[in-house]
């Protein structure tokens, strides 16, 4: 598991073209720089793991494009110290971005296969989340409610309201809605009851799975 000159330097490569794209958060694009995304993938694909690109990884996933990355992160905006959810682990590179940004990070995975190998994953490379948790992203993890920021890295085909129950006032849900493709959406809950919402554009994100295990 090494991290050498060559992938030091492909990794500056790829925060100029995120920063070309329009990413201003110097935190994420430091976290981004700091993260060796190609341990998140196959040894054979290494070559692959500092383009601007998704990539599949197990269980038919994919792990996220990384100007997606620092975007969601970006727009989540929450303080150092804050506690975050996560809906859909994957490899683990979105939740190592969190960690790095010195957040407190709950994350839920629903494919088995990729659970276990991220659960034992993380901590090898420095990166230890509060908690992973193996289910259904759709009902959020309320023990821990309310956040201070809820992330969901799949395309979800309609908003779960328990994961808008378990946002704190002021923090926000960022989430891919759509079928085929999905717009980026941020609500922003301003009240008990009210929720402030705006959307980020097209992006496309493999499907978010309800209760399937």
């Known amino acids: 598991m090494k991290d050498t000159f060559t992938h030091q330097g492909l990794r500056k490569q790829l925060v100029a073209t995120l920063i070309k794209k329009g990413i201003t958060n110097q935190a994420v694009l430091d976290a981004i720089n700091k993260i060796p995304r190609h341990l998140f993938m196959d040894s054979g694909f290494i070559d692959h793991a500092y383009v601007d690109k998704a990539f599949p990884i197990a269980a038919d996933q994919t792990i996220s494009q990384p100007y997606t990355v620092a975007r969601q992160t970006e727009l989540l905006d929450v303080k150092q110290g804050g506690t975050v959810l996560e809906i859909g682990t994957g490899s683990g590179y979105q939740t190592a971005v969190l960690i790095e940004l010195g957040l407190k990070v709950y994350s839920i995975e629903r494919q088995n296969e990729l659970f276990k190998k991220t659960k ?23 023990s821990q409610a309310p956040f201070d920021g809820i992330i969901v890295t799949a395309g979800a085909p309609f908003v779960p ?13 960022i989430i891919p809605v759509g079928d085929t493709s999905q717009v980026m959406t941020v609500f922003k809950r301003t009240s008990e009851t009210a929720f402030e919402k705006e959307e980020f554009g097209e992006f496309k994100f493999v499907p978010l799975l309800e209760d399937k295990n």
């Open 120 to 142: 034992l994953f993380l901590p090898k490379i420095g990166y230890r989340p509060k908690k992973l948790i193996f289910g259904d992203g759709y009902i959020g993890y309320k």
């Open 161 to 173: 309201k328990p994961l808008l129950a378990q946002l704190k006032i002021g923090a926000k849900l």
